[in-house]
């Protein structure tokens, strides 16, 4: 099984910043890697499919990179509804796992 | 755009049986993985089971095999999960998701499983 390990676990970031989020794997995915946001209360979005692929609506501001085993989700110019758990996905073999997640808050 | 509705989660004693259903609005259902994926509760998200587009493979993580079934019927558009033997871990919300091109992109709201005596 491959393991995601994202760091840090909380990020507290003013509005307008920049936030990287990191998502490390055991073994290599090579670029099978996606980004989901999830909101209190509510199901995960994706954001970022196959490590640098932009989800249909979302905003350039969220932007992936990484191969292999180091991962980065790049949101630049944070605005307020940012706010929210960030979770990294790896598809590259069975079984699909997530990471255990990154809390962004903004200040 | 598509909707996926999710059904059947309710309280259910340890050891006890039950059913998921997960409906999906689109005409792409037939052509489409589906996925199920859950979150404990306070708890990350993780993947319980994918089915192949007819039906014919299906994935499971190791912490349910043998106790879950994943299935579905393209002629309904609907996925189903049966979940047997259910322990308080399992207490989950469980959402099913469409795969498109090999990622769970369409994600229903959810339906909540607690399992308690």
């Known amino acids: 099984e491959i393991v995601l390990t994202q760091s840090p676990g909380t990020l507290s970031v003013s509005p307008g910043e920049r936030a990287a989020l990191s998502c490390r794997a055991s073994?290599?995915?090579?670029?099978?890697l996606s980004w989901y946001q999830q909101k209190p209360g509510q199901a995960p979005r994706l954001l970022i499919y196959?490590?640098?692929n932009r989800a249909t609506g979302i905003p350039a501001r969220f932007s992936g990179s990484g191969s292999g085993t180091d991962f980065t989700l790049t949101i630049s110019s944070l605005e307020p509804e940012d706010s929210a758990v960030y979770y990294c996905?790896?598809?590259?073999?069975?079984?699909?796992?997530f990471g255990q997640g990154t809390r962004l808050e903004i200040k | 755009e598509v909707q996926l509705l999710e059904s059947g989660g309710t309280l259910v004693h340890p050891g006890g049986s039950l059913r998921l259903s997960c409906e999906v609005s689109?005409?792409?259902?037939?052509?489409?993985?589906m996925t199920w994926v859950r979150q404990g509760p306070g708890k990350g998200l993780e993947w319980v089971s994918t089915?192949?587009?007819?039906?014919?493979?299906?994935y499971y993580a190791d912490s349910v095999k043998g106790r879950f079934t994943t299935t579905r019927d393209n002629s309904k558009n609907t996925l189903y999960l049966q979940m047997s033997s259910l322990r308080a871990d399992d207490t989950a919300i469980y959402y099913c998701?469409?795969?498109?091109?090999?990622?769970?992109?369409?994600w229903g709201q959810g339906t909540l499983v607690t399992v308690a005596s």
């Open positions: 196959d490590a640098s």
């Open positions: 689109t005409f792409t259902f037939n052509n489409s993985a």
């Open positions: 073994q290599t995915v090579i670029n099978f």
């Open positions: 996905q790896q598809r590259s073999s069975w079984p699909i796992t």
């Open positions: 089915i192949g587009s007819n039906g014919g493979k299906t």
């Open positions: 998701a469409q795969r498109v091109l090999g990622v769970e992109r369409d």
